[in-house]
């Protein structure tokens, strides 16, 4: 990958090369390119990822996921789930029971995703504090105060 370092460790990448080694092959085509940005929407929502992970330990009842997932509604949980079974990550059991018990358990799919999951949370801790100094320098460079969590200056 051919890349221009900038100071501090940064570089900025020129575009020249493929993405090979450990992070695979660069999308071929359209309709690849189409599917993993999808699945980058999918997982880097709110709440996907918090929920795949409350899953990792086995199958969990609806009502159990809620109280586990602070701060996520009854709505936002429902439509969460239905989007991750939706994509194969997570199986949804309906129980013949009165009441009925309907449990959600991650896929081998779902857990597959684990992998590069960790790797990007790795990634994150690794870079973390570079990141974190790049942003402050970019503040007093536009003369502005604490940014936002979003990563955006307050007031702008």
């Not at 059991?93 to 779902?110: F, H, K």
């Amino acid at each position: 990958m051919a890349s221009t370092e900038i100071g501090d460790g940064a570089e900025i990448w020129d575009g020249a090369g493929t993405w090979d080694g450990a992070a695979g092959s660069a999308c071929a085509g359209e309709d690849d390119r189409r599917r993993v940005r999808e699945l980058c929407h999918r997982v880097g929502d709110k709440w996907s990822l918090v929920v795949l992970a409350e899953l990792g330990d086995g199958p969990v009842r609806f009502t159990t996921l809620l109280g586990r997932v602070e701060g996520i509604s009854h709505r936002l949980l429902a439509v969460t789930l239905r989007r991750l079974e939706r994509d194969g990550l997570v199986a949804r059991t309906v129980y013949p029971e009165v009441p009925p018990r309907v449990e959600y358990a991650m896929t081998g799919l779902g857990a597959s995703l684990l992998v590069p999951l960790a790797a990007l949370a790795g990634w994150g801790e690794r870079h973390g504090p570079t990141i974190d100094a790049h942003r402050r320098a970019d503040d007093r460079r536009r003369g502005v105060g604490r940014a936002s969590q979003d990563g955006v200056p307050e007031g702008r």
